[in-house]
């Protein structure tokens, strides 16, 4: 018997007529008239097979077919409206998975926080992290590895859109006991021949005072190139050198006591994007998350700014 033969209206007509034993009552409580019961409950009966009644003119009761068949019939039905419940909750982003490609400050300090506000509106959403390279983010997001990627700006091509979250101006971190901390702010001059280590090479692409093509008198050469940006603000930590990244690192830069100061002449800003799927549907969780981040991330953004400028 193919399972599309009766349906949940049939099922609810069967169910409350067994309960209360009328079809008037079973009519109250599912806002049909009496006649409307009956035929649903006629409808079932052609599509099982049997009868699920056995009708007098005083009472109205479960066949002994009928009453083997409620059980089964109070399942599917309970099954189906959790079904209809989960689609109702993936529908309005109120439910799902939703992977977040990043790289390592934003996945370890800013990310985490953006998704316990968001645990507090959608607590059925389960936002999962993907450590990723700069390099790595858009490939993320284009290959379904990760439904949403945040991070520095890159090219992403056909299958990847792109929107900018916030600028962060590159800055300067160094131990609270060097002599540049005691400045207010710096030029690029003042660190040609200041010890500066640098994490990645990222800073080669984005800041111009740092390229190769840059004369070597006038270029700020790092003496030193670590992996990562949380080795650069350890040695920076100890005073034995002092290290450039966007103000944005400040959630692991200041918890090593570093202290930070804008270098000027020019501002140099870094964007941080959003990455999304082009060509491939997203998921109304994914959506949904997309949407807060956005949000959360300038306003988080703005505090930051706030603090830079004092």
């Known amino acids: 018997m193919a399972l599309t033969r009766f349906t949940p209206r049939q099922l609810e007509a069967f169910i409350a007529v067994a309960e209360l ?6 009519g109250e409580r599912l806002g049909l008239t009496p006649s409307a019961v009956s035929q649903l409950v006629a ?8 009868r699920l009644f056995d009708r007098s003119t005083r009472k109205v009761a479960p066949s ?12 599917a039905l309970k099954h189906l409206r959790l079904a209809e419940s989960a689609a109702a909750d993936v529908r309005l982003r109120a439910a799902g998975i939703v992977r977040v490609a990043a790289p390592q400050v934003i ?4 990310l985490p926080a953006a998704i316990k506000a968001y645990a507090l509106e959608r607590p059925k959403v389960s936002v999962r992290i993907r450590d990723a390279s700069v390099e790595g983010l858009v490939d993320a997001v284009a290959s379904g590895d990760a439904d949403l990627a945040i991070g520095p700006d890159r090219a992403s091509g056909d299958d990847v859109t792109r929107s900018t979250l916030f600028d962060s101006p590159w800055v300067l971190w160094c131990s609270p006991q060097h002599r540049l901390a005691a400045r207010r702010s ?5 660190l040609r021949a200041e010890p500066l280590v640098a994490a990645g090479r990222d800073h080669e692409r984005s800041v111009a005072q740092m390229r190769a093509s840059v004369p070597e008198g006038e270029r700020i050469t790092p003496i030193d190139v670590v992996d990562n940006i949380s080795t650069a603000l350890g040695i920076a930590a100890q005073g034995l050198a002092v290290t450039l990244a966007p103000a944005y690192v400040g959630a692991l830069a200041e918890p090593l006591g570093l202290t930070m100061r804008r270098v000027l002449d020019p501002e140099v800003m870094r964007q941080v994007c959003l990455y999304q799927p082009a060509r491939r549907a997203t998921s109304p969780a994914a959506e949904g998350f997309a949407e807060h981040l956005s949000d959360w991330l300038r306003t988080w953004q703005r505090r930051q700014g706030s603090r830079a400028k004092r």
């Open 43 to 50: 409808e079932l009966e052609a599509a099982v097979g049997f």
């Open 21 to 26: 034993r009328s079809f008037s009552a079973a």
């Open 64 to 75: 002994s077919a009928g009453r083997e068949f409620l059980g089964p019939a109070e399942s």
């Open 107 to 110: 996945a370890s300090v800013i």
């Open 186 to 190: 710096i030029r690029w001059r003042d």
